[in-house]
């Protein structure tokens, strides 16, 4: 009997051209938005309404830092792009 090994690279692959819905986006967003920062994925994950898959999760993420929306660090996720100033006045960042 041969046991075939299960390679991270073949699933990683298989997942390559995957693309997330955005409604998935807009869920991450929202969910990032409302939690200030994250200490790591798994953390993200449990906040999450819904499942995602961790690939497409690692896709959105990727989208999220190039267009300046988060911060991955050492430290955890953080949202760093703007709020709009209604937001800002309702959790009383500004008066």
């Known amino acids: 009997m041969i046991v075939k090994k299960r390679d991270n690279e073949?699933?990683?692959?298989?997942?390559?051209?995957?693309?997330?819905?955005?409604?998935t986006l807009i869920m991450v967003e929202e969910t990032?938005?409302?939690?200030?920062?994250?200490?790591?994925?798994?953390?993200?994950?449990?906040?999450?309404?819904?499942q995602v898959n961790h690939y497409t999760l690692?896709?959105?993420?990727?989208?999220?830092?190039e267009s300046k929306k988060i911060a991955v660090s050492?430290?955890?996720i953080k949202w760093i792009y703007p709020l709009p100033v209604k937001k800002e006045?309702?959790?009383?960042?500004?008066n």
């Open 74 to 76: 050492i430290k955890g």
């Open 10 to 23: 073949s699933a990683k692959a298989k997942y390559a051209n995957y693309t997330p819905t955005l409604n």
């Open 89 to 94: 006045r309702q959790r009383g960042y500004i």
């Open 58 to 65: 690692m896709k959105i993420l990727e989208y999220l830092e």
């Open 32 to 50: 990032l938005k409302n939690m200030q920062d994250a200490d790591n994925i798994a953390e993200l994950k449990r906040k999450l309404p819904r």
